[in-house]
């Protein structure tokens, strides 16, 4: 009993760590440093549009949180020298599924918006698909950069 309820915590921990690590690569989403800097902005015209997959992230929390919750489950496996044992194989099959999990479930749909600006240059931008703004061949837009990092919106 005991064994399962620290099971299910470790699960509900795994879940909220990983949670936060999600990122938003939206065009209206900014980091902090990026507030109140001055963006250089640019106008084109959407020439084409193609969807990608936005890989998801791959940090130490994802896998280090499913070898705890995949050792503690091994662990009770067992008695003695076999607990150990399976304990060492949970934890390595749990930080190999807890890193796969993570990439998983920060993976995103995007989208990649290539665009004719005023100058004349034709240069594609990825982001994150947003449901309250669609892009669509023809449309005029903005580009905002700053920093380096760049956004597309109407």
Do not use: W
């Not at 190999?96 to 990439?103: H, K, P, V």
């Not at 004719?116 to 994150?128: I, K, M």
């Amino acid at each position: 009993m005991r064994i399962t309820k620290l099971l299910t915590a470790s699960c509900v921990a795994l879940t909220l760590a990983l949670g936060g690590c999600a990122s938003n690569l939206s065009g209206d989403s900014y980091s902090r440093d990026e507030a109140r800097k001055v963006q250089t902005v640019r106008l084109g015209t959407v020439e084409m549009l193609r969807p990608v997959k936005i890989e998801g992230t791959k940090t130490p929390i994802g896998a280090g949180a499913g070898a705890v919750v995949g050792g503690v489950g091994g662990s009770a496996i067992g008695g003695g020298r076999g607990a150990a044992v399976a304990a060492v194989i949970g934890a390595v099959a749990g930080g190999l599924l807890g890193a796969m999990t993570e990439e998983g479930l920060t993976r995103t749909q995007g989208v990649e918006i290539t665009v004719r600006e005023d100058d004349g240059s034709l240069r594609a931008y990825v982001q994150q698909v947003q449901e309250n703004e669609v892009f669509r061949v023809g449309d005029r837009v903005r580009i905002m950069t700053v920093d380096g990092t760049s956004r597309v919106a109407h």
